[in-house]
């Protein structure tokens, strides 16, 4: 197994895979996205779920609002989506404006067709490791994990994040037999924690912020933070370059952790039509 974890390669197979499934479908899964604003990084990410879309035969409806348009219109057309049979599911890209409110939002969409997890009810039944769709982003990093063929058994797992909220999913994903430690770079510990890590789960927005004589020897790095450097290069949270020749396997920034999300989400879209 390569020490580098390919999300594109990996994320191809399962787009692929979907797509095979769906090749005879008469009626395909339909995917509504909600898209407000014109920050730059929303429209790209908009336009990478709607490319795989329709790489795999999806259907996809996009709904724009302009930054001066209010809430309440944004809750009227979810209830619209809410109602309409032909979709499956429905993804409020964030973040959103400051003037709009989010968790309002979010509660206005169908759990059903929550197709993110963000749905209070959702996120509720997570936290008690009841969930019939894992959320894309803990669903593509435990793919990576998986693709290294490892045995995760008696294993330190630490996340690092900015919000217990981001590692909650992973103590029911990994929790039963493994320890999982849930650490922000607030608490005093963190380091101890990142040291000891046979896994080690970063997503806190520092570009570079671990480095080699910080990590344990032959551990699993899954780098979540995007990071934008004067130059205009993206990078990840890990000091990819410095640690490569001290961990066993490690996912790249970019190309690692982005495309399986995307890959996860349409995943989810097809298990929810079948639910």
């Not at 990093?141 to 994040?161: F, G, P, Q």
Request: hydrophobic residues 40%; negative net charge; contains cysteine.
């Amino acid at each position: 197994m390569n020490k580098i974890l390919d999300g594109k390669t990996i994320s191809e197979e399962i787009l692929m895979g979907l797509r095979q499934k769906l090749a005879n479908e008469e009626n395909p899964p339909g995917l509504a996205a909600i898209l407000v604003g014109e920050d730059a990084s929303s429209h790209l990410y908009v336009g990478l779920k709607k490319a795989a879309c329709e790489r795999c035969g999806i259907n996809f409806s996009n709904y724009l609002f302009e930054s001066n348009q209010t809430t309440e219109e944004v809750i009227k057309t979810i209830e619209f989506l809410n109602k309409d049979p032909e979709i499956n599911g429905i993804l409020v890209q964030l973040p959103l404006p400051d003037n709009f409110d989010t968790e309002k939002i979010i509660e206005a969409i169908d759990y059903k067709k929550d197709i993110d997890g963000f749905h209070p009810k959702n996120r509720a039944d997570m936290d008690n490791c009841i969930y019939k769709i894992l959320p894309p982003l803990p669903a593509g990093i435990k793919a990576l994990v998986d693709s290294t063929e490892e045995i995760i058994e008696n294993k330190e797992i630490t996340i690092l994040c900015n919000h217990e909220l981001f590692g909650s999913p992973f103590n029911c994903i990994w929790g039963e037999k493994n320890s999982v430690n849930i650490v922000t770079t607030k608490d005093n510990g963190w380091k101890e924690a990142v040291a000891k890590a046979d896994i080690l789960i970063v997503s806190v927005g520092v570009a570079f912020l671990i480095e080699k004589e910080m990590i344990k020897d032959n551990c699993i790095i899954i780098d979540v933070g995007i990071n934008k450097l004067e130059n205009d290069e993206t990078v990840g949270d890990v000091n990819f370059a410095n640690v490569l020749d001290k961990v066993k396997h490690i996912s790249p920034v970019p190309g690692g952790v982005g495309p399986m999300t995307v890959a996860m989400l349409l995943d989810n879209l097809v298990k929810l039509k079948e639910l």
